[in-house]
């Protein structure tokens, strides 16, 4: 019994060390091929998943639904899938289960606000739904200092790439400014969200807008905060590094006011070869 117990935790501590090296010898390159797969181009890469229809889509018993919204969820499922091929997968009976945020983006009076919200919380389906209601996509909230619904998923504690995506697929902005002068990629940039910031980028999103206070553009902030991976993204995409703040620095000063050696060492590789 013994040798049995040793046998199993020497067999967990290999699987632990084995996930261990894994991950610390992941670089930021493999990280991009994994991003590149989110979307591919070609169409037979796509999960066979079946269309959403009224038949296949299950609706709570104490829901009141007319034929309206179930136009509504249908042409909102159908909407994610064709954006978002792998996000929206069918439960394990084969139908399609309406999540909670989605359900009460169907009832709320407000679609263009609780469009911000659902933004932040990353509730694809239940954005779907509320630009079906024509909740406007680019609408600044004056309640959250001119941020549109790009803005707050941007600003989301997670990285909220396909529900940028989505958003960035069915018109919203991309260089917006809010109150601060912010575009999304320089909240990006701040919350240090990689698929997020290659999102943006892949929709051409501008590079370098000075915000109002520092002056920063989306550089400067990943500098400021110590981001390497998107100082590494943002330089590859062309970003202006003569770019000069509200008291004249550069990117490449803030990163050495900060001591951010890495980033350093990225500026000096950049121009070798330029």
Known sequence: ????????????????????????????????????????????????YPIPTRENIFLPKDMVVTDDTIEIIETSMCDVQKKLP??????????????????????????????????????VLACAILITRSANVNHQSMRHLNNTALHAACNSPMDNYNTIHFLLMHGALADLTNSTGDTPLHIACERGHHATTKVLLLHKAALNIRNNHYKDTPLHTACRHGHCALVARL????????????????????????????????????????
């Not at 967990?12 to 261990?20: D, G, I």
């Not at 989110?38 to 796509?46: A, H, I, Q, S, T």
């Not at 590859?236 to 620095?249: L, Q």
């Open 235 to 274: 330089l590859k995409h062309k970003a202006d590094t003569t770019v000069v703040d509200r008291v004249g620095h550069t990117a490449l000063d803030l990163a050495i006011a900060h001591g951010h050696k890495l980033i350093i060492d990225l500026f000096r590789a950049h121009r070798t070869t330029e």
């Open 86 to 123: 792998t996000f929206l997968k069918p439960h394990y009976d084969g139908r399609y289960h309406l999540p909670s945020s989605a359900r009460r983006a169907l009832l709320t009076e407000n679609p263009v606000d609780d469009l911000y919200e659902h933004a932040f919380a990353g509730n």
């Open 1 to 48: 019994m013994n040798r049995y117990k040793q046998a199993v935790t020497f067999c967990v501590f290999l699987l632990t060390a084995t996930v261990t090296i894994t991950i610390k010898s992941a670089t930021t390159e493999s990280i991009n091929e994994f991003i590149d797969t989110l979307w591919p181009e070609d169409g037979d890469l796509y999960p066979c």
